[in-house]
């Protein structure tokens, strides 16, 4: 044992829990909405599962099948040995569903992040975010040594002032997400597309939370807002949210899915994704264009929780404007210092898991300081009867505790 290491390491974590921002693991038992958290019955409200797919005996089935025709490993990086015919007809079928040339896939969403920017960008070009993207999308930008600018989140006329002061001889590249996971509202991307043209910069967009949900065949954040396929150049998107099953992608035209073949590390360098998984992902396919009624039910729960919540303001929980299954919840007003708002969070989703609901405290640095939330997401795997529980659930825990009424009085 490394006796520096070690004070160093303790040091940090007991910053943490200081700040009510130290994170913990649960054990789970079961897919789906109804599960088992640490040998406890739950009612989940914190998975991004939005079509109830993850446990659907089908998708269990392809798995299954998948294994048994080409096993469940990759063996190897796509480009040694590693590209199998499911892998060919998952991104065959991705790129007819997203109306693109091509798709290319990846072994996870933040994987395929870091592969797409450091691929596309080096020193002296720049990547211009919105402020409240991913994680995986910054990182990305770091990784390619490209320089990190940031618009006001969903403002197209502080994004149009940041490009027009950029140089025009090196690469731009506008990042975005579809769906901001945190907040659940969306990006403007017919108004982010004008501005790119203007500017002859590049459009980024992970949908990673917008795919399967949005727009009439489930076709994401572009659909919904009637765009063209090929007005989103690149287009990130996930299988482990809607989709139920793992992985990620990337769609576009065919230069670009040949660019990030050769040039995208995270790719080259990574062995393939299960080919199971990848079977798996056409049958998840197959649902999500032939059963819009799990976006409609959705859509009506998502509808419903909203109209209710709106009561939660007087009792200091602020519902966001969000229209997607991501319905965070703030709690306390962000200008107040005088509030706590990571303990206020933790003390909220400890009471609603003593009621047997499971809601995730959401905390910074994931959000930034003074909005920690609960963040509710709906999926079409619950009922309205569920809804009704976690409306019941919330009113009473924050009749209950409003900390932060106890903190400004």
Not at 168 to 184: E, H, I, Q
Not at 341 to 359: P, S, Y
Request: glycine share 10%; charged share 25%; with cysteine.
């Amino acid at each position: 044992m490394n006796a520096a290491l070690e004070a160093a390491l303790a040091g940090r974590l007991a910053q943490q829990r200081e700040r009510h921002r130290y994170r913990e693991r649960h054990v789970t038992q079961g897919v789906g909405v109804r599960t088992s958290r640490d040998s406890r019955e739950m009612l989940a409200f914190c998975s991004n599962d939005y079509l109830g797919l993850a446990g659907d005996p089908r998708l269990a089935a392809s798995l299954a099948e998948g294994a048994r025709r080409f096993g469940t490993g990759g063996g190897a990086s796509h480009l040694v040995c590693g590209h199998n015919e499911a892998h060919t007809r998952l991104e065959a079928r991705l790129a007819e569903w997203t109306g693109c040339e091509r798709a290319l896939l990846f072994s996870s969403g933040y994987q395929a992040n870091l592969g797409v920017i450091s691929a596309l960008l080096g020193r002296g070009d720049t990547a211009l975010h919105d402020r409240l993207n991913h994680a995986s999308l910054l990182d990305g930008t770091r990784l390619a040594g490209a320089r990190l600018e940031r618009f006001t989140h969903a403002d197209v006329e502080d994004c149009d002032r940041r490009l027009a002061s950029f140089d025009p001889a090196r690469r731009r590249l506008v990042v975005t997400d579809g769906v901001f996971s945190m907040d659940g509202d969306t990006a403007d991307l017919a108004a982010l597309t004008t501005q790119c043209e203007k500017h002859r910069a590049w459009l980024m967009v992970d949908d990673a939370h917008g795919l399967g949900v949005l727009g009439a065949r489930g076709r994401g954040t572009r659909e919904a807002q009637g765009l063209a396929s090929g007005d989103i150049p690149i287009l990130v998107g996930t299988l482990g949210k809607a989709l139920g099953t793992h992985g990620a992608f990337v769609a576009g035209s065919e230069t670009l899915i040949e660019s990030l073949i050769q040039f995208s590390r995270p790719y080259v360098y990574t062995t393939s994704l299960s080919p199971a998984l990848a079977w798996a992902t056409l049958t998840s396919l197959d649902i999500v264009e032939r059963e819009p009624e799990r976006r409609a039910h959705l859509a009506a729960l998502i509808a419903h929780f909203r109209r209710e919540a709106a009561g939660l303001r007087d009792l200091g929980l602020e519902p966001m404007p969000s229209r997607t299954p991501i319905q965070p919840l703030v709690l306390g007003a962000e200008s107040d210092d005088r509030v706590d708002n990571d303990r206020a969070a933790l003390d909220m989703a400890q009471a609603l898991e003593e009621k047997g609901i499971w809601c995730s405290a959401i905390r910074p640095p994931t959000v930034p300081a003074g909005s920690a939330r609960l963040r509710v997401t709906l999926s079409a795997a619950h009922e309205m009867a569920d809804v009704d529980r976690l409306l019941e659930a919330l009113f009473a825990v924050a009749r209950r505790l409003a900390p932060w009424e106890e903190a400004s009085s």
